[in-house]
């Protein structure tokens, strides 16, 4: 069976993980290009001060722009969530929000970075926001890209 946007989105949100941890998918775009995560902050999710625990910020923003790479490309592709940065800039409370975006054009660019089994690292960056619009976090996530070792020998053979 192939995974479609919205049953990933679905999946993901029921996920025992997320489930747990106040974070919803509200979507995946049809093209795979865009991304919209919630956090809903609770009793689970929040810290000692009653607002947003960074933990839950960060997993919030954790698999998406791999997950928005890795379909775009392909299963030719091995594509990881590497490393996080998470700089926070002011409390968050109530439902906070990420978009996640990768542009066609970067994903082609990352294709050709990546053929004959180049090693790629890119980042991505993204804002958490409140309800209000407030900019909560700023979150930097790098992406391990590489051809697979059967594509590159492929085209070598």
């Known amino acids: 069976m192939k995974i479609t946007p919205r049953r990933l989105a679905?999946?993901?949100?029921?996920?025992?993980?997320?489930?747990?941890?106040?974070?919803?998918?509200?979507r995946f775009s049809d093209d795979w290009t865009h991304a919209t995560v919630e956090l809903h902050i609770n009793v689970f999710t929040?810290?000692?001060?009653?607002?947003?625990?960074?933990?839950?910020?960060?997993?919030?923003?954790?698999?998406?722009f791999f997950m928005l790479v890795m379909h775009?490309?392909?299963r030719d592709y091995v594509v990881w969530d590497t490393r996080g940065e998470i700089e926070f800039l002011k409390p968050g409370r109530g439902v906070l929000t990420a978009h996640f975006?990768?542009?066609?054009?970067?994903?082609a660019a990352l294709r050709e970075r990546a053929q004959g089994g180049a090693k790629v690292l890119e980042w991505f960056e993204t804002e958490i926001t409140d309800r209000a619009g407030d900019v909560v976090?700023?979150?930097r996530r790098e992406v391990?890209?590489?051809?697979?070792?059967?594509?590159?020998?492929a085209r070598r053979a």
């Open 10 to 26: 679905l999946g993901m949100s029921l996920w025992i993980p997320n489930l747990f941890s106040g974070i919803r998918i509200r």
């Open 46 to 64: 929040r810290n000692y001060v009653k607002t947003a625990f960074g933990g839950s910020m960060s997993a919030m923003t954790d698999p998406y």
């Open 72 to 74: 775009q490309l392909g």
């Open 101 to 107: 975006h990768v542009a066609k054009e970067q994903a």
């Open 137 to 139: 976090a700023k979150v």
């Open 144 to 153: 391990y890209i590489r051809e697979k070792k059967r594509v590159t020998e």
